[in-house]
């Protein structure tokens, strides 16, 4: 039987059972349309995703996948689907160079990017370029129905990764403000429950990043610190050990912005982020 929920009329959300690393959730997948169907983002490869898609389509047509990013979790069975489906597969050039570290000689049929219009069934689907999380992320955007496919720009429950090497802090926070702009009804996220009141939800992350900010700024205010410093100070026993490395990075992408907008500097110059040591650039321990 196929883990599937109706989100929406002509919108099916299918969850395969997938265990996902310690800490992460199940990535959602978003069948639109009602004979001709698009797929939103492809799962973890192989089994039971492959099986449970299929199931989900039935005889219907597969016309297209649009894929929100290039990470494991949202890529995976593609190739598989457009082989048993004749679909394309579509997703943003920016994201071409990760997909072809993962998966090798898997290729979207093509790019997509700001403003191209698509139709599944009743629905207009509308490309959003939202970077952050990756270079080239994207959501989906049914204006009609105000209704926001987020990928992992926006998450029903939790935070998303944001740092080095894919992801970039400043772009992120600018993508959830265009997001916020839209005033959507509804968020589909890429992973964790729907998000029946999307502007409260975005206020939220925006919210979090920021306080995360003025932490690393205040855990600077009493002297350098290391990478390593700040994980301690910040998260130590408060979150899932299997999100330490997610909690480094993210880290790293605070430290990023901050330093490209002058308010944290770091030593030796030439040290990759993991190596440095950090200070702050003013007395004043909330700069920003």
């Known amino acids: 039987m196929v883990n599937q929920e109706k989100v929406y009329p002509g919108i099916i959300l299918v969850r395969p059972p997938v265990k996902p690393p310690p800490g992460w959730d199940i990535p959602n997948l978003y069948l639109i349309g009602d004979e001709n169907l698009t797929l939103i983002d492809a799962g973890y490869m192989g089994e039971?995703?492959?099986s449970m898609i299929l199931e989900a389509l039935g005889d219907r047509k597969l016309e297209r996948i649009l894929i929100t990013h290039g990470h494991r979790d949202h890529m995976g069975t593609a190739e598989q689907m457009r082989e048993a489906k004749g679909c394309e597969v579509l997703c943003h050039e920016a994201d071409f160079p990760l997909i072809e570290g993962r998966y090798g000689g898997l290729?979207?049929?093509?790019?997509?990017?700001?403003g191209e219009k698509f139709k599944a069934g009743s629905f207009e689907i509308e490309v959003i370029e939202t970077p952050g999380h990756s270079p080239g992320h994207l959501c989906f955007w049914i204006k009609k129905q105000r209704i926001l496919l987020s990928g992992d720009l926006v998450v029903g429950s939790g935070t998303t990764l944001v740092g080095p090497p894919d992801g970039n802090m400043r772009l992120y926070m600018d993508s959830l403000r265009k997001v916020r702009k839209l005033d959507p009804a509804l968020?589909?996220?890429?992973?964790g429950p729907v998000v029946k009141d999307p502007i409260a939800k975005i206020d939220e992350l925006i919210e979090h990043r920021l306080l995360r900010e003025i932490t690393i700024a205040k855990a600077l205010a009493t002297g350098p610190k290391t990478l390593k410093d700040l994980l301690n100070a910040i998260y130590l026993g408060l979150i899932h050990p299997g999100l330490h490395g997610a909690a480094v990075c993210t880290i790293m992408g605070h430290l990023e912005k901050m330093i490209e907008e002058s308010n944290v500097d770091f030593e030796p110059k030439d040290a990759p982020l993991d190596k440095a040591t950090y200070r702050l650039m003013s007395k004043d321990p909330l700069p920003f």
């Open 107 to 114: 290729a979207p049929n093509r790019a997509v990017s700001e």
């Open 48 to 50: 039971p995703t492959t």
């Open 187 to 191: 968020i589909l996220p890429g992973h």
